[in-house]
């Protein structure tokens, strides 16, 4: 019985699952990229705010730079994003 209750406690502190950011719509992307940027700690919070920031150097045609934004990041997690930023070397001060 306790082996059972220590399982089921263990099971209770699992991470949850990572916020996958939806670039569906713009209420859709706010929302997302906000709770995927609660997962992180707070020094990778920086580099999530600066990729999402910062991304439209990638492309200077687009028109519509917020659609950009959301078809970029749409199905990144936030770890997904910091990791991306860090290999464009926004990660690095």
């Not at 859709?28 to 580099?47: I, K, T």
């Amino acid at each position: 019985m306790l082996g059972i209750a220590l399982l089921a406690g263990l099971a209770a502190c699992e991470a949850p699952e990572p916020v996958v950011i939806d670039g569906s719509s713009e209420e859709a992307f706010a929302a997302s990229a906000a709770a995927a940027r609660a997962q992180l700690p707070m020094d990778e919070r920086l580099v999530f705010d600066r990729a999402l920031n910062t991304f439209g150097a990638r492309s200077h045609r687009e028109k519509d730079v917020d659609a950009y934004r959301r078809r970029t990041f749409d199905g990144m997690t936030a770890q997904d994003v910091v990791a991306d930023a860090r290999a464009r070397g926004l990660g690095e001060e």
